[in-house]
């Protein structure tokens, strides 16, 4: 089974730029997170998808990022206009369904690694 | 709101031995979730055990137990006979039923280096 796919993998801009990253979950998992993971940090999440719903996006900084999930499989997080604190990894994670007590189990992509200069 | 602990931001242990990585939690929520994490240098988050909070045995996976101790609210990570590649970041998390707690929730994590 295939895991969850994101890329780029590695991604340089300058602050003021624009940027998007690209995640694919888990074949039929209907939940996918966006996570921001600052250095020395734990990932902190950004926004939660059901299908093609958002569940929960109330730390996201609407401001300057966005994310959609059409069609309710592949996602796309972008940030417009970058800033310096943005440099972070992007992981993306899914889950098969939300069950009760918290139980569902987050598999994770790789992640992208962004640096803003 | 819920939090979560690691007081270890390093650890070292020698191959074949084993090693507890602490982990304690703070929620108001009756029922909740209790989820380590590796994180190798390549940046995957690998999930490695789960802990309910109704369940009455620790979880065990392999190698990996979780030492839960509901009314001390700690859910330590136990790695026996550690191997070269276990080297790397584990993070400890929660996720509860209701509201905002249903958010995973992460700890700063323990970075774990094996010795040779």
């Known amino acids: 089974e295939a895991g969850v796919a994101q890329s780029p993998r590695y991604k340089i801009i300058e602050k003021r730029q624009s940027v998007a990253f690209w995640c694919n979950p888990i074949s039929g998992h209907a939940t996918l997170y966006w996570y921001q993971q600052i250095l020395g940090q734990g990932p902190k999440l950004l926004i939660q998808f059901q299908n093609n719903g958002v569940v929960d996006d109330s730390q996201l900084p609407k401001d300057r990022f966005s994310a959609e999930r059409l069609k309710g499989v592949d996602s796309t997080l972008k940030i417009q206009p970058a800033k310096l604190e943005d440099s972070a990894v992007y992981l993306c994670?899914?889950?098969?369904?939300?069950?009760?007590?918290?139980?569902?189990?987050?598999?994770f992509g790789p992640g992208t690694r962004l640096l803003v200069l | 709101a819920q939090k979560i602990t690691q007081t270890q931001p390093g650890m070292f242990v020698q191959e074949k031995e084993a090693v507890t990585l602490d982990c304690t939690y703070d929620t108001s929520d009756p029922s909740y979730g209790l989820f380590w994490y590796k994180q190798p240098s390549s940046g995957e988050m690998i999930f490695l055990i789960y802990q309910g909070s109704y369940d009455q045995q620790n979880a065990t996976e392999g190698r990996y137990s979780l030492n839960f101790q509901k009314a001390r609210k700690s859910a330590n990570l136990v790695i026996s006979a550690s191997q070269l590649g276990d080297s790397a970041m584990y993070f400890c998390?929660?996720?509860?039923?209701?509201?905002?707690?249903?958010?995973?929730?992460f700890g700063s994590g323990t970075q774990l280096t094996v010795l040779p």
């Open positions: 994670a899914s889950s098969l369904v939300r069950l009760a007590g918290g139980a569902e189990t987050q598999y």
């Open positions: 998390a929660m996720r509860g039923s209701s509201g905002s707690a249903r958010q995973l929730t």
